[in-house]
């Protein structure tokens, strides 16, 4: 296995870091605070876009850094798996680095489910404006009547009507959804057919946001954060009706697309804990260095030295496991990479959930107000042991795949 990034992938990592030292770091704070300082809670309707987060994304697409991501050549920027992560590392320094370079979730992940599975239409649609950033999309999949965690539990329904398909259910952690510029949706659901097994019963929809009967019904809060402009809605569908063609690949082939869609897209999110989880440590050991008590620096007070040592071991095991995770999907391909894939997505969160609790730890009771960085990471770190599934389903998946080794196939 050989984890060193070619020489392309170091020097666009390098191009990444560089345009976040230079442009956004400088103002992030600014932005957040100004974002904290008109917020309107749940009142979606009134989200705005901050003009320079327009002005950023141009710059940065005039600077060759955009949808790094798509391994497509043409598209995108043409990087493998393994090579975009060292990039996806950088952006993690940052809650606002991603969109700016067209690279964030859910969009990537929309992104490649249309450019892979996707036709001609579908691609000219809606894939064109979503790879220029002129708009913004959803991916609805996860439902409140029902544990979403085991997905065939899936209540809403798509069904198909002579030319249509009539969409019916509530989503609801639906993130982006709240994004002025969100225009389009991917709605997975039910499409009930006797004659397959139960992991081909549900379907990919593309759901123009406009349809009649799709309605927003709020944003949901985490931990008292509504994530403004972006947010996580729950929306309801009552009797949405869209041409047979919103199809992805046609109908049952749900769970086929979701496999491809969260392998790449579980290395996008892990690297960009390891590069918060970086961020974090830094801002650690500068608070414990610059900051005294009992006339000593906090960094040798009682056991922060040892603290500091397991967050660093933490993040390159964390690190070193998600790079053989990119590397098995670029030369096997994902389902053989399945081990690996739910390995990261259990140990990264929970690496940088470590992290940045050492970090608050340090800061003290700056460590929760907003004058830093690291309550948006720990937000995040805990919600993303959740989020594509808890960390007890990924475990449980690894045991799985692990027994059936012996001939054990429950």
């Known amino acids: 296995m050989d984890f060193q990034p070619s020489e392309r992938a170091a020097q666009t990592a390098q191009r990444v870091r560089s345009f976040i030292d230079t442009h956004i770091a400088p103002i992030e704070a600014e932005h957040w605070a100004g974002i904290l300082k008109r917020r309107h809670g749940g009142e979606w309707t009134e989200w705005q876009i901050p003009p320079r987060v327009e002005a950023l994304k141009a710059q940065a697409r005039e600077e060759g850094l955009w949808n790094l991501f798509l391994p497509d050549a043409e598209l995108g920027a043409g990087l493998s798996v393994l090579d975009y992560a060292f990039s996806a590392e950088q952006t993690g320094r940052s809650m606002m680095a991603p969109e700016i370079f067209n690279c964030n979730a859910p969009d990537s992940g929309n992104m490649e489910v249309i450019w892979k599975y996707g036709n001609a239409e579908q691609k000219e649609k809606w894939l064109k404006p979503l790879l220029a950033g002129e708009i913004r999309s959803v991916f609805f999949m996860t439902e409140p009547d029902v544990a979403s965690s085991d997905a065939t539990n899936m209540a809403a329904t798509a069904v198909i009507d002579g030319d249509h398909i009539v969409l019916n259910g509530k989503k609801w952690w639906s993130s982006g959804v709240g994004d002025p510029r969100c225009k389009i949706g991917i709605f997975m659901a039910l499409t009930p057919d006797e004659s397959k097994d139960r992991h081909h019963q549900h379907s990919m929809v593309l759901v123009p946001m406009d349809t009649p009967g799709v309605e927003i019904k709020r944003m949901l809060p985490v931990f008292g954060e509504y994530d403004e402009p972006h947010g996580h809605g729950e929306v309801h569908f009552h009797n949405v009706r869209v041409p047979i063609g919103n199809f992805i690949s046609g109908p049952g082939r749900g769970f086929e697309i979701a496999q491809g869609r969260l392998g790449p897209g579980r290395i996008h999110h892990c690297m960009r804990c390891i590069g918060a ?118 475990k449980g998946m690894i045991a799985r795949l692990e027994l059936m080794k012996y001939g054990v196939k429950r």
């Open 277 to 394: 989880a970086e961020k974090s440590l830094e801002l650690a050991i500068q608070r414990g260095l610059q900051r005294t008590a009992f006339r000593k620096p906090l960094i040798d007070l009682g056991g922060n030295r040892e603290r500091l040592a397991e967050c660093r071991v933490a993040i390159d095991q964390a690190r070193l496991l998600t790079l053989q995770a990119a590397w098995k999907i670029d030369t096997l391909g994902v389902m053989s990479a399945l081990t690996d894939v739910s390995a990261i997505k259990v140990v990264a969160p929970t690496m940088l959930q470590h992290v940045v609790d050492f970090a608050i730890q340090i800061h003290g009771g700056a460590g929760v107000s907003h004058d830093t960085p690291l309550t948006m990471f720990f937000n995040q770190a805990r919600s993303l042991r959740l989020a594509d599934g808890p960390d007890e389903v990924h």
